[in-house]
């Protein structure tokens, strides 16, 4: 099968459940989090994603999702690090619009924090490098929400501004790959967004018990 990259989130972190911007502020994983990380491996699997390579962002959040989800990081790349928010770190939506309004990193870069233009710089490095590895196999990157959607953007030559129509959940699975399978192909996005599915509840079966005939009855 011709090789891909998955871009890997890492799970919930206190911040990213309550929707705080977090780049250099360094969370660990809630529980939920943890959860999230360990069901990443029945998700690669189901798409046939075998790593030759794993990278990961430098942030604690990252490395421990690929921990739990029995990835062996073989680089931690500063690249893969989440958009510098500058005098957002820490905030919400609903803190910045009121003297920002509709603001997101995506068009307007972050005050005192990354443009647009520097996230795009960083994504294209990465991808150059991630072009290469493909030659090994597939290659996986843990890192970030908003720095996954700006490699997702440029991976299809599309402006950074792009990233602002895509998603990308906690412990969510997105995947590059080329429309020939060879690392010079047309680039395509395999796959956006993917997370596990809950698993179905089960029904209760009708207690069975017996009547004074024995018969049985529900």
């Not at 459940?17 to 990443?40: C, F, K, M, W, Y």
Request: with cysteine; aromatic share 4%; proline share 8%.
């Amino acid at each position: 099968m011709p090789s891909r990259i998955a871009l890997i989130r890492h799970g919930q972190t206190e911040w990213s459940a309550n929707g705080r911007h977090t780049s250099v502020t360094d969370l660990d994983l809630t529980p939920e989090g943890e959860e999230q990380a360990r069901t990443i491996p029945a998700i690669l699997a189901g798409l046939g994603i075998d790593p030759a390579r794993v990278w990961s962002s430098p942030r604690l959040r990252a490395q421990r999702t690929a921990a739990l989800a029995g990835l062996t990081v073989d680089e931690v790349v500063d690249d893969l690090a989440e958009w510098a928010y500058g005098a957002y770190e820490g905030l919400t939506k609903a803190e910045i619009w009121p003297t920002d309004p509709g603001w997101t990193p995506f068009t307007a870069g972050a005050p005192g924090g990354e443009s647009a233009e520097d996230v795009a710089a960083r994504a294209d490095r990465v991808l150059g490098r991630a072009r290469d590895a493909l030659a090994e196999g597939d290659l996986v990157l843990v890192c970030h929400g908003h720095i996954s959607r700006s490699l997702m953007a440029r991976w299809v030559e599309l402006p950074i501004s792009a990233g602002g129509v895509l998603a990308m959940g906690p412990a969510a699975v997105s995947v590059l790959a080329t429309i020939d399978g060879t690392p010079a192909g047309d680039p395509i996005l395999d796959h956006v967004n993917l997370i596990p599915f809950p698993r179905p509840a089960k029904k209760q079966q009708p207690a069975v018990s017996a009547d004074p005939q024995g018969q049985t009855r529900a």
